[in-house]
T-cell receptor, first 115, second 113 residues
Framework: KAGVTQTPRYLIKTRGQQVTLSCSPISGHRSVSWYQQTPGQGLQFLFEYFSETQRNKGNFPGRFSGRQFSNSRSEMNVSTLELGDSALYLC??????????????FGEGSWLTVV | QKEVEQDPGPLSVPEGAIVSLNCTYSNSAFQYFMWYRQYSRKGPELLMYTYSSGNKEDGRFTAQVDKSSKYISLFIRDSQPSDSATYLCATAYSGGGADGLTFGKGTHLIIQP
């Protein structure tokens, strides 16, 4: 059974540009969550999608957005990139959501460097 | 004060030793507790998942939750060099994940051969 797949694995962008990251969850999983990981802040929740609807959102500015498609695949977009957006972006997959009782699986992440 | 506190380490122990990793949390509403292992430049891998207070054992790993003191622990017996990684504790509310999982910042563990 394939795990959570994230693309691209590594990318470098310039300040002011925008970036789109992609995530394919485990087959059969309908919930996809996104997290940002930095050395200073650790893992921080961005948002969660379930059945193409954003269910929850963390405390990030509107430059961070996402969407989920009918096949449960998800994308997240960061517009007007800032140096502080440099981080590992992790996608997490679960059957019905990251609430009680569900096992949550992470992908390998997308390393974003903003220069 | 962060909701989940975790000593960043590094924690260095000799091979074969028993390792104790710990987190404290402040929100008594947390009901679910997890430990993830993260190797360098990889995504977190779920190790242990426990509900409320108590112990859970899986092979060389034991997770322990004490809700009265808001303290969670992971014990690794017969530690191996392959256990060298960053260990993240995580918590979740019961009945809803409005804020996602809340993670500690991770403890960097080094097992010396």
């Amino acid at each position: 059974k394939a795990g959570v797949t994230q693309t691209p694995r590594y990318l470098i962008k310039t300040r002011g540009q925008q970036v789109t990251l992609s995530c394919s969850p485990i087959s059969g999983h309908r919930s996809v969550s996104w997290y940002q990981q930095t050395p200073g802040q650790g893992l921080q929740f961005l948002f969660e999608y379930f059945s193409e609807t954003q269910r929850n959102k963390g405390n990030f500015p509107g430059r961070f957005s996402g969407r989920q498609f009918s096949n449960s695949r998800s994308e997240m977009n960061v517009s007007t990139l800032e140096l502080g957006d440099s981080a590992l972006y992790l996608c997490a997959s679960s059957l019905t959501g990251q609430h009680s009782g569900n096992t949550i699986y992470f992908g390998e992440g997308s390393w974003l460097t903003v220069v | 004060q962060k909701e989940v506190e975790q000593d960043p380490g590094p924690l260095s122990v000799p091979e074969g030793a028993i390792v104790s990793l710990n987190c404290t949390y402040s929100n008594s509403a947390f009901q679910y507790f997890m430990w993830y292992r993260q190797y360098s430049r990889k995504g977190p891998e779920l190790l242990m998942y426990t509900y409320s207070s108590g112990n859970k054992e899986d092979g060389r790993f034991t997770a322990q939750v004490d809700k009265s003191s808001k303290y969670i622990s992971l014990f690794i017996r017969d530690s191996q060099p392959s256990d060298s990684a960053t260990y993240l504790c995580a918590t979740a509310y019961s009945g809803g994940g409005a804020d996602g999982l809340t993670f500690g910042k991770g403890t960097h563990l080094i097992i010396q051969p």
